[in-house]
């Protein structure tokens, strides 16, 4: 099933697609292969409950590390502040600066997460969406 999701992946999200099954002739008569499609649906569709519940807590996770980041950088930039009437003005500038490039270091993962993290599962959870729907064709394939 990968390769079909990757498949998906590559095309325009606006393509049509149509799955087409080959079975050897007596198995694509059977009354099982008419249930494939059912099961192909199902499969794409707990994988699509699977993604989305990944795409919620991604979005969570991001906002309580926003949050924490928030927190410590306004930390960092009220320690800087009370650093700088230290009185010397080398050290001062240097743990100051420090701190600064600490706080905002600490940024870095909470915006990566917030802004660009959910993309990846959110286009996974477009292409499940479509596969969850996909047209299934069984086609009768002559023994060799």
Known sequence: F????????????????????????????????????????????????????????????ARVSLLIGLAFLFACLVARRLIANLGDATIESFIGEGLLIIGWVAMWRPLDGFLFGWWPIRR?????????????????????
């Open 2 to 61: 990968r390769s079909i999701v990757g498949a998906a992946n590559e095309l325009p999200m606006r393509a049509r697609l149509k799955l087409i099954l080959h079975m050897p002739g007596e198995e694509a008569a059977a009354p099982d292969a008419r249930a494939m499609e059912e099961a192909i649906h199902h499969y794409f569709g707990y994988s699509l409950g699977y993604e989305e519940r990944r795409l919620r807590t991604q979005l969570r996770e």
């Open 124 to 144: 996974r959870c477009r292409v499940l969406r479509k596969l969850r729907e996909i047209p299934v064709e069984v086609r009768p394939v002559a023994a060799a």
